[in-house]
């Protein structure tokens, strides 16, 4: 029998542990490049000691240390999240900002999309009639009139990808006035200005809500482009008088949708500059890979859009909070750093106040994957945020301000965090994963990059780029992630439809809401 190579990858020269690549993992007797021999089975994506690691010892991955030692761990033995003591995530107070000199890269020119071009300024990459609610009550009938714009109506106009209603949970039994209520309220008011919405979003409202559905409608985006009768027209309350039972507040929605649809078909698309961008960076199901394959890949995708001058975000707080002595050196100045900070700081407290810590964030599935803890998965998470300096910092539901590289600060749930993403103002959706996850969106493509080729071939089809070649040395990161870049362009411009859009796979939308619930 042929014998097995045995695969493992060593991230630093400093790091006492490697982390097993083989599909199935290694049986006991298997001997890696260095010498050491596996004293017991380790499956793929965990780790194993390279030295004898006494008690209290620090582990190091990526030339970092994501714990310590409860009791002696020695050479070739498998070692797990009950095996460590989790260090203290960095202090915020003395971290250095903007002290990394950027790294003067060539502007990358010539590469273009097919969108849609709004007068705003952004693109969209589809072209979708968002209907937005201002409370949840009225969510069954939006998805009723839905259903039927799809069936009825859509067909006449040809150049419209689709329809979404913007359901949510939110809008009335809140605290509606408190401090933390701005999240949830700029969020949707954001959302309505996504780009691929072209400007023609439509308000649902109740008539009851604390949530008053104008105040959801869109600020024009240029001055004196919408007059106020223009956005009251895109306003509907269903307990409007005028209205005699069901049948007459859909029929009237039907109405309001095709004036709006009849403004979206007559737009086309066009060639657009990669710099029109805006793309979001998320990892979910992430295993001991995701940061060896799938995250370098999408960093170095995302170095591109920067090169090309998109704009990339990267989001997931307490994936970066025991990663953050990492960032601050990469901001373009102190009063960015200090920004970034201040969302650290604030998370911190978040958490403190709900009686939880940052160590609730790693799930049993990261676990299986063989990520010990917060620590190591955070300093995986933030690869996919790239090389390029931190050019600005943004709270959650706060819309893109810069071209570049932008954390928009938000929860690491991959539904919450993609929610928030798309209010900031994104266009494209890039999304790692090692254990598998169906999520998609129905606002954005969303491209899945798997960080293991076992995980690529299970799902064949539902992944749209296998990472896990890096890992096994059939690929180079570069090269998967110039794949990554060109199947953007190629996903925006609408000549490729990415696994979620052809499976129809859609999450509901997830809000963020900090403040107090009545």
Same mark, same amino acid.
């Given at each position: 029998?042929? @014998?097995?190579?045995?695969?493992?990858?060593?991230?630093?020269?400093?790091?006492?542990?490697?982390?097993?690549?083989?599909?199935?993992?290694?049986?006991?007797?298997?001997?890696?490049?260095? +010498?050491?021999?596996?004293?017991?089975?380790?499956?793929?994506?965990?780790?194993?000691?390279? !030295?004898?690691?006494?008690?209290?010892?620090?582990?190091? $991955?990526?030339?970092?240390?994501?714990?310590?030692? $409860?009791?002696?761990?020695?050479?070739?033995?498998?070692?797990?999240?009950?095996?460590?003591?989790?260090?203290?995530?960095?202090?915020?107070?003395?971290?250095?900002?903007?002290?990394?000199?950027?790294?003067?890269?060539?502007?990358?020119?010539?590469?273009?999309?097919? +969108?849609?071009?709004?007068?705003? +300024?952004?693109?969209?990459?589809?072209?979708?009639?968002? %209907? @937005?609610?201002?409370?949840?009550?009225?969510?069954?009938?939006?998805?009723? !009139? /839905?259903?039927?714009?799809?069936?009825?109506?859509?067909?006449?106009?040809?150049?419209?990808?689709?329809?979404?209603?913007?359901?949510?949970?939110?809008?009335?039994?809140?605290?509606?006035?408190?401090?933390?209520?701005?999240?949830?309220?700029?969020?949707?008011?954001?959302?309505?200005?996504?780009?691929?919405?072209?400007?023609?979003?439509?308000?649902?409202?109740?008539?009851?809500?604390?949530?008053?559905?104008? $105040?959801? /409608?869109a600020p024009p985006s240029l001055p004196g482009q919408e007059t106020a009768q223009t956005v009251h027209s895109s306003i509907l309350s269903l307990q409007d008088e005028r209205f005699s039972g069901f049948n007459a507040m859909v029929?009237?929605?039907?109405?309001?949708?095709?004036?709006?649809?009849?403004?979206?078909?007559?737009r086309t698309r066009e060639s657009c500059p990669a710099a029109d961008l805006v793309v979001g960076m998320q990892c979910g199901g992430s295993d001991a890979l995701s940061g060896l394959t799938a995250n370098p890949a999408v960093g170095?995708?995302?170095?591109?859009?920067?090169?090309?001058?998109?704009?990339? %975000?990267?989001?997931?707080?307490?994936?970066?909070?025991?990663?953050?002595?990492?960032?601050?050196?990469? /901001?373009?100045?102190?009063?960015?750093?200090?920004?970034?900070?201040?969302?650290?700081?604030?998370?911190?407290?978040?958490?403190?106040? &709900?009686?939880?810590?940052?160590?609730?964030?790693?799930?049993?599935?990261?676990?299986? &994957?063989?990520?010990?803890?917060?620590?190591?998965?955070?300093? +995986?998470?933030?690869?996919?945020?790239? @090389?390029?300096?931190?050019?600005?910092?943004? &709270?959650?539901?706060?819309?893109?301000?810069?071209?570049?590289?932008?954390?928009?600060a938000t929860p690491a749930s991959d539904f919450i965090c993609g929610t928030l993403q798309l209010a900031a103002g994104m266009n494209m959706h890039l999304f790692s994963t090692g254990r598998g996850t169906p999520y998609g969106l129905?606002?954005?493509?969303?491209?899945?990059?798997? @960080?293991?080729?076992?995980?690529?071939?299970?799902?064949?089809?539902?992944?749209?780029?296998?990472?896990?070649?890096?890992?096994?040395?059939?690929?180079?990161?570069?090269?998967?992630?110039?794949? %990554?870049?060109?199947?953007?362009?190629?996903?925006?411009? &609408?000549?490729?439809? /990415?696994?979620?859009?052809?499976?129809?796979?859609?999450?509901?939308?997830?809000?963020?809401?900090?403040?107090?619930?009545?």
């Amino acid at each position: 029998m042929p @014998s097995i190579k045995c695969l493992s990858i060593q991230v630093d020269p400093r790091d006492n542990v490697a982390v097993v690549v083989n599909a199935g993992g290694l049986p006991a007797g298997s001997v890696l490049d260095d +010498g050491t021999e596996l004293v017991e089975q380790i499956p793929q994506g965990h780790k194993v000691a390279l !030295v004898d690691i006494a008690q209290d010892a620090p582990v190091l $991955r990526y030339g970092e240390v994501i714990g310590f030692a $409860r009791k002696g761990i020695a050479r070739g033995h498998w070692i797990n999240e009950e095996m460590l003591r989790m260090p203290e995530p960095p202090a915020l107070d003395d971290l250095p900002l903007a002290t990394r000199k950027a790294v003067e890269r060539e502007p990358l020119e010539g590469y273009t999309f097919a +969108g849609y071009r709004n007068a705003d +300024g952004s693109v969209g990459t589809r072209n979708i009639l968002g %209907i @937005s609610t201002s409370v949840q009550c009225v969510a069954g009938v939006t998805d009723h !009139v /839905v259903g039927r714009i799809k069936r009825e109506l859509l067909l006449r106009y040809p150049n419209v990808d689709d329809v979404v209603a913007l359901n949510h949970g939110y809008g009335c039994g809140v605290a509606i006035n408190a401090p933390a209520a701005i999240v949830p309220i700029r969020t949707l008011q954001n959302l309505a200005r996504n780009p691929n919405f072209g400007g023609e979003v439509m308000v649902i409202g109740l008539g009851c809500e604390k949530l008053r559905p104008q $105040r959801l /409608v869109a600020p024009p985006s240029l001055p004196g482009q919408e007059t106020a009768q223009t956005v009251h027209s895109s306003i509907l309350s269903l307990q409007d008088e005028r209205f005699s039972g069901f049948n007459a507040m859909v029929e009237s929605i039907m109405e309001l949708a095709q004036t709006h649809l009849e403004k979206l078909n007559r737009r086309t698309r066009e060639s657009c500059p990669a710099a029109d961008l805006v793309v979001g960076m998320q990892c979910g199901g992430s295993d001991a890979l995701s940061g060896l394959t799938a995250n370098p890949a999408v960093g170095f995708a995302a170095d591109l859009i920067v090169r090309a001058g998109g704009s990339v %975000i990267f989001s997931e707080v307490t994936e970066v909070r025991d990663a953050i002595h990492l960032l601050t050196p990469r /901001v373009i100045d102190e009063e960015t750093g200090r920004a970034l900070l201040l969302e650290m700081a604030w998370y911190d407290d978040y958490l403190s106040r &709900g009686q939880a810590d940052r160590s609730a964030n790693t799930t049993p599935g990261n676990k299986q &994957g063989g990520l010990a803890n917060i620590v190591e998965k955070a300093l +995986g998470s933030i690869i996919k945020s790239g @090389s390029s300096p931190i050019v600005d910092v943004i &709270g959650p539901g706060e819309r893109l301000r810069r071209k570049g590289l932008t954390f928009a600060a938000t929860p690491a749930s991959d539904f919450i965090c993609g929610t928030l993403q798309l209010a900031a103002g994104m266009n494209m959706h890039l999304f790692s994963t090692g254990r598998g996850t169906p999520y998609g969106l129905a606002m954005v493509p969303v491209i899945k990059v798997a @960080s293991n080729s076992r995980l690529a071939g299970q799902w064949f089809d539902l992944i749209d780029v296998d990472a896990g070649r890096i890992a096994t040395g059939d690929a180079s990161i570069a090269e998967v992630g110039w794949e %990554i870049f060109r199947l953007i362009l190629d996903a925006a411009s &609408g000549r490729t439809l /990415v696994a979620a859009e052809r499976l129809g796979l859609r999450n509901d939308l997830v809000l963020f809401n900090p403040a107090p619930v009545t």
